[in-house]
């Protein structure tokens, strides 16, 4: 198991390197005469501490832009390993203190949506695998697909005509309220928690379909199965079937499913932050996208990079972990 | 029987056309009988069980109404998606507007002389210091020559040029003589030395060392003793210089009453004189033969007949003539000059009206000068009416040509322009100009406008229809969706079907590149080559094209993954070794032995795909990085609405597209979904 785990280790890193390569060579084909646009928009801002040469001069050498494709990729993954990730462009600070000042939002964002997403998904996919056919099982499955099927922007938009403009129980976007800085610490939070309502139901809708489906598909699968089969045979009480012998087992693909997308609750909503303007790491990295902030860039792809990778490893070993029957080579 | 093989159906055809299907009478019909098996094809059987699947079904229904919609639709519909929409509407315009006029033009007199360009620049604020010393005649020197403005009447001035000849200077001052050294005994000239003024000097130390005034030929020097035993050495002076020939008492008393009046210049004895101040020196100057060489005024003339030419001729003969009144030429015609209320009144030779000249400037804001005699009066008269109460706002009625429901003038029989009585506003500007507003109807683009039968789903904000734009939003949705499945499964087939068919080092080659296009962040690159090709300000035909080879590069990992996988285990099926034994070409046994046993999975695949790929785009689209303005697609007609207020107002248009997106997504899904099952009913049901 640790040998494989070491393995897997290193083989992720590899492939890690080429991820990163096809991104960098992305972003170092941007239009020719980018990093000087971008120098000279950088020293012209208010507060800049930089002059135009001094910043054409320390883009290209912390980018090794004026170096050909690959040397430049191994300047800048030097730089990365030692965690040197430069300053972001469009926020003026240090990548790093950038991604702490946002991925905690990100992460309680993420965590409240997940919670609830199993609270409420896997329950109801028992449900319809247990009466396959009935009108339950039809809902479930219909709803599930209206989920997966609508666009993040639309459910979003809908919830803020609905809820802020219609009801006017929330703000349409931002995380603080007007009067934040006159609030008490709870105040505070609460306001905070108040403005995250909406994109948490968002993050919840699209996702939830997903999960009621496999959990529906994989429940299926384990009602057929013989042994679930043999244990109706035998008159074991149909609640003890169902939680007992069919649960758990349907319980392994859930794990390692869910255990995979643990990482990912680091990397933030990209669309849904983005619209409704919460500080989290994927509506700074959506600024930074469309502003070309490339430090900033190359550091949230590279980290969605290792939690993509650390998420498959994570679900491998559950796998094997949780069943017995998996042997890891 | 065809030699293509045993075919159970055809068997019982045959049986049919020879009339052996029905049984005779009475006999029973055994259990295992060949009339009572109906075999049906895969194909049927995979339909057969296709078609029960109410979902299925639906979803298949639903995507046929939305090819036709977005397909078939735009020929039966008459606008186009680029199409925008105007309407007539009444709209409060700036009609015009009324300005007392503060800033002097000038008009050059025919044959005469020329104004300095830096005199020129100046006039404006000569004329206004005349104005507010009181003086009609006023004096100016140019680097060149010097000019005579004189008052011709209110608001016309009359400038003349004539070359300057110096007559005098007059003042007192002193001026620095030099320095006499005790030393040398010498007196050291910073200017031409003056006879006898050494000896003087030294005479007057000898009287007094410590310094003194003495004087020399009626001018007066002052020495004062500095360092290093010298002494400076002033002469003062004091009165009228004449440089030529010396003029009498009277210009001399006339000259000083001037200096006393800090003025610019007089008149004495038919002739013209010029102050200059040079210091405390003041300077006079003749000026010799002035010569007429422009008029400056602030009138503006208002025809009577409107649009009627005024020549530059009787405009400038006209101003000249306000000095006497009374008549005048030009152009070969004669005219007649009289004051009127607030200006001048111009009447042409057989006695009738032709223009008004008032410091009141009345012009339409769209340039062209349309408006008649009578309405400029009116709108002078409430202008002049507001500035005496000093008032803001005010108003009056006046007929107006009127206009139809399509903007046009409506003319009578006799070709005489119809006129309404419209209510004219006037407001003040912050600069002093009176702003007349007015309702005219006016052509507009159709922007937001409510469903109607016109416009099934109204307009957006640019005139477009937004039902059009929905369809043909919908054919480039659909279309980017089936190129770019196309795409993924064409890359995919054939490197997961060369990875699983040949495994080794080229199977682990591949799967290393599938490993790291699966690693990759989709999302995030889709944005940031939308940003790129915002940069590049590329075309929107442009962009859709490289956001499809985008799409379709980035997905061909799945596809490859699942491929190889079916290849892997049908791989080692025996027709698969029968293949091989019968020496077909290894081309042939992946894609004609191989690919289409997969071809239920590659369907299935496709299908959910494509809706995954309308999503993906819709959302792209949404945040501006994808399909741009004005070519449709569903993401970007609800982006054209997605701020606050037009999110509140115009539900009409985002609701519709919003739900279209969902359906056909749904739509796809549910196809694939009864695909799956119907190809597969053991898998998971």
Known sequence: MLKYTAKRLAYSVLILFFVMFIIYVLMYNMPSGFVETKARELASRPGATKSYAEWLADLNAQYGMDKGVVRGYLIWLGNAVRGNWGDSWVWNVPVTVEFHNTVWYSFALGLVAFILEILIAIPLGITAARKQYSFTDYFTTVVAMVCISMPTFFVATVLKYIFSVKLGWFDLSGMQGRNYMALSDFGKFLDVAKHFVLPLITLVIISIGGLMRYTRTNMLEVLSADYIRTARAKGVPERTVINRHAFRNTFIPLVTMLGGTLPGLFSGALITETLFSIRGIGFASYTSMTQADIPFIMFYLAFISILTLLGNLISDLLYAAADPRVRLS | MSNKGYSLNEVLKARKAAGQDRQPQGDEVKLDDLSRVKVLSPGRQVFKRFIRNRLAVFGSVTLILMFLFSFVGPLFYPYGQKQIFYKYEPRNVDYGMVKENTAYSGFDVEGGATVERTVNNRMNSIIKNMLSAGVDVDYVQGDEKAYRIEKLADDVYLASAADMQEVCYYGSGEAEIGTYSMVGKKLDYVRDPVEGLEDAVRAAIASDAKGGTFELDGVKYTYTRGKAKSYAITASFDGVQYVDAPMDAGFEAALDAEIHLDGTGFAYNGEDFALAKDGGTWHAYRLVEPRQAKVYSRLTNSTYEAGAAVSPALNLNALLA????????????????????????????????????????????????????????????????????????????????????????????????????????????????????????????????????????????????????????????????????????????????????????????????????????????????????????????????????????????????????????????????????????????????????????????????????????????????????????????????????????????????GLLICMTVIAFNFVGDGLRDAYDPKAKR
């Open chain 2, 322 to 657: 306000t000095a006497t009144g009374g008549s005048f030429e030009a152009d070969g015609q004669s005219w007649t000059l009289s004051k009127a209320e607030g200006g001048w009144l111009v009447r042409d030779a057989a006695g009738n009206e032709f223009m008004e000249m008032t410091p009141f400037s009345v012009r339409r804001y769209d340039g062209a000068d349309t408006m008649e005699y009578g309405l400029k009066k009116a709108l002078t008269e409430k202008a002049q009416e507001m500035a005496a109460a000093d008032a803001r706002t005010g108003t009056l009625t006046y007929a107006l040509p009127m206009q139809t429901e399509t903007g046009e003038y409506v003319v009578d029989e006799a070709g005489n322009v119809s006129t309404q009585e419209t209510e004219l506003t006037l407001n003040r500007s912050q600069t002093g100009e009176y702003v007349v507003n007015c309702q005219q109807i006016i052509y507009v683009i159709n922007m937001f406008d409510a469903p109607s039968g016109e416009h099934i789903l109204g307009t957006d904000g640019d005139g477009f229809d937004v039902f059009a734009r929905i369809m043909y939003g919908g054919r480039v949705s659909l279309m980017v969706g089936f190129v770019v499945v196309f795409l993924e499964t064409f890359l995919g087939v054939i490197m997961g079907g060369l990875s699983g068919y040949y495994g080794g080092w080229v199977d682990m080659l591949i799967m290393r590149l599938v490993d790291i296009f699966y690693c990759l962040p989709y999302m995030p690159i889709m944005i940031i080559i939308g940003a790129l090709m915002d940069a590049m300000r590329m075309d929107t035909y442009i962009r859709l094209i490289v956001m499809m080879a985008a799409l379709g590069i980035m997905g061909w990992a799945s596809v490859a993954r699942l491929v190889r996988g079916q290849i892997l285990t049908l791989r080692e099926q025996e027709f698969m070794v029968a293949t091989e034994a019968t020496g077909i070409r290894v081309k042939d046994r992946i894609f004609h032995h191989l690919v289409p046993n997969i071809m239920p999975q590659l369907i299935v695949q496709a299908t959910m795909g494509m809706g995954s790929v309308i999503l993906t785009e819709s959302t792209l689209s949404f945040l501006g990085l994808g399909v741009k303005h004005p070519l449709a697609t569903w993401g970007t007609i609800i982006n054209s609405v997605s701020s606050a207020s037009a999110m509140q107002h115009y539900a009409f248009i985002w609701i519709p597209v």
